[in-house]
């Protein structure tokens, strides 16, 4: 069967609780859409692609991606390093603060030691983190993977989650960013992100920017505001109806990015695709933490 291949880092998360204590749990941008893209489409065979320690925590994340039937047969150990580590704590005003430690992380490695690209591809996705973590010869690797993926017939799917502090400089980020995009065919930018990185203050500078990049499908997100969709069709703008009680807004876009695919994969429309990708963002942030509770989804699973 062939697979929807999700390429990234995977890191232990310690939340605060109440003072002195620490809840542990998992999560990274491109394993939470992993996690949630199987959830929304059990019949998909979806691998995650990283490197990992060879200790106990490394295991626990492995019973979790089993748990969540996420195929973990490509994750690597590595010899030397284990799995990168943040914590996070709310304050009294829902303001969320996050450290980080992962700099030394498996997950670096994971295409040195990658000895042959993963066979029976559909779809390749990574993002703008996965890029980021990655010392400057594997990013070159990345995109050389992508490109052969494409090569092979693959859908190739991009999200720039630029996050500034991951990377040595925003020209820096630019170039592996512009790169990508060159081989995506499905790209999901975010208003903050072109913000930041392009100083493009609407969406039509943003379309105007990825014009020349020949990208099939664009999924422009933002928050709560309208999602903009741009296929050879021409441009849509789908609603998003608002969320009453928002807890947490982590892996809004993770989430949304996982519904999206799994409804383009069953199918869907662009249009209808945002609808259900919405729903499951909707759901989502609605509770604490990236990856929320399966029974969160139990209405939802039906793309
Ligand atoms: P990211 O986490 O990448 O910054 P966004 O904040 O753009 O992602 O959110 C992704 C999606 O999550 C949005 O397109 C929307 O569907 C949903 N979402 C995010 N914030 C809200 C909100 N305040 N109300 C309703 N939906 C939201």
């Keep these: 069967m062939s697979r929807c291949l999700i390429f990234g880092e995977c890191m232990i998360e310690l939340s605060h609780q109440t003072q002195g204590v620490l809840k542990q749990a998992f999560a990274g941008d491109t394993f939470n859409t992993a996690v949630y893209l199987k959830r929304c489409l059990p019949q998909k065979q979806v691998s995650y692609l990283t490197a990992i320690g060879q200790d106990y925590v490394s295991d626990e994340l492995i019973t979790l991606?089993?748990?969540e039937s996420i195929d973990s047969s490509l994750v690597i150990r590595s010899q030397d390093k284990?799995?990168?580590?943040?914590?996070?704590?709310?304050?009294?005003?829902?303001?969320?603060?996050?450290?980080?430690w992962r700099n030394d992380s498996a997950a670096k490695q994971t295409l040195d030691l990658l000895s042959e690209p993963p066979k029976d591809v559909s779809d390749f996705y990574f993002s703008g983190i996965s890029l980021a973590i990655l010392p400057e010869h594997s990013r070159q690797k990345l995109i050389d993977l992508a490109e052969y993926y494409r090569r092979q017939g693959a859908r190739i799917v991009f999200d720039p989650n630029y996050r500034a502090r991951l990377w040595e400089s925003a020209d820096v980020a630019r170039k592996w960013i512009d790169l990508s995009y060159d081989c995506a065919d499905l790209a999901f930018p975010g208003g903050d992100d072109h913000f930041d990185l392009y100083q493009h203050t609407n969406s039509d500078d943003i379309f105007a920017y990825l014009d020349n990049k020949n990208i099939a499908e664009i999924v422009l997100k933002n928050g709560p505001q309208n999602v903009l969709i741009q296929t050879s069709d021409g441009r849509v703008s789908v609603p998003i109806t608002a969320v009453k009680n928002i807890v947490d807004t982590t892996s809004a876009g993770d989430s949304f990015i996982g519904g999206y695919l799994a409804a383009r994969l069953a199918g869907k429309d662009p249009e209808n695709a945002t609808r259900y990708a919405a729903k499951v963002a909707?759901?989502?942030?609605?509770?604490?933490?990236a990856i929320v509770e399966e029974k969160a989804f139990s209405e939802l699973i039906e793309v």
């Design 282 to 289: 909707g759901v989502v942030i609605g509770f604490k933490g």
């Design 82 to 100: 284990t799995l990168g580590l943040y914590m996070v704590r709310t304050d009294e005003t829902g303001e969320r603060s996050f450290m980080y």
């Design 65 to 67: 991606m089993q748990s």
